[in-house]
T-cell receptor, first 115, second 112 residues
Framework: DGGITQSPKYLFRKEGQNVTLSCEQNLNHDAMYWYRQDPGQGLRLIYYSQIVNDFQKGDIAEGYSVSREKKESFPLTVTSAQKNPTAFYLC??????????????FGPGTRLTVL | RKEVEQDPGPFNVPEGATVAFNCTYSNSASQSFFWYRQDCRKEPKLLMSVYSSGNEDGRFTAQLNRASQYISLLIRDSKLSDSATYLCVVPPGGGGQGNLIFGKGTKLSVKP
């Protein structure tokens, strides 16, 4: 089955701790993205990557870090520097960078709660 | 004007009704558009792409009005299962390095 997987589905962390969210895709897509969604809000782009070993900041990158060592994987680390980390985190992928007509496909998301 | 604007709703309609949502966008160079559907606490899923004047898929019709810079989504014969939030998605114009811009969504509730 082709698709995008994210783990874990729910994550709780204590304030001040770093946490890493997993995102894997077997669609052979070049581009991958991380979004954050808060209640009643639209999706906001955190980071994106068009190719292995390259990534770009999105609109709200502060307090987050990513890596793209493999085409299939794009993990997101939420650091203690992120002031309001509680949110729904969505990973997506597309055949190439989504500036044109490429459709983005989403994973099921990780709901992070900071206690 | 905000980049992408949608009426948040909710639109409360009876089963079988026809309902339409509009979405306005500010970048006149945008070439293609998307409608995604998002169920409560789930990920967005692609509903339709709109590349030219419009697109139809069963009970769903998406139309594009470039002159007025809006896209619309029409749902005919609404089903209970259509209840969801519908996100309008607009790419940046001119083939640039920017990324998709998501609207905040319009909530639809179909009642029996």
């Amino acid at each position: 089955d082709g698709g995008i997987t994210q783990s874990p589905k729910y994550l709780f962390r204590k304030e001040g701790q770093n946490v890493t969210l997993s995102c894997e895709q077997n669609l052979n897509h070049d581009a991958m993205y991380w979004y954050r969604q808060d209640p009643g809000q639209g999706l906001r782009l955190i980071y994106y990557s068009q190719i292995v070993n390259d990534f770009q900041k999105g609109d709200i990158a502060e307090g987050y870090s990513v890596s793209r060592e493999k085409k299939e994987s794009f993990p997101l680390t939420v650091t203690s520097a992120q002031k309001n980390p509680t949110a729904f985190y969505l990973c997506a992928s597309s055949m190439r960078e989504g500036g044109g007509t490429d459709t983005q496909y989403f994973g099921p998301g990780t709901r992070l709660t900071v206690l | 004007r905000k980049e992408v604007e949608q009426d948040p709703g909710p639109f409360n309609v009876p089963e079988g009704a026809t309902v339409a949502f509009n979405c306005t966008y500010s970048n006149s160079a945008s070439q293609s558009f998307f409608w995604y559907r998002q169920d409560c606490r789930k990920e967005p899923k692609l509903l339709m792409s709109v590349y030219s004047s419009g697109n139809e898929d069963g009970r769903f019709t998406a139309q594009l009005n470039r002159a007025s810079q809006y896209i619309s989504l029409l749902i005919r014969d609404s089903k209970l299962s259509d209840s969801a939030t519908y996100l309008c998605v607009v790419p940046p114009g001119g083939g640039g390095q920017g990324n998709l811009i998501f609207g905040k969504g319009t909530k639809l509730s179909v009642k029996p």
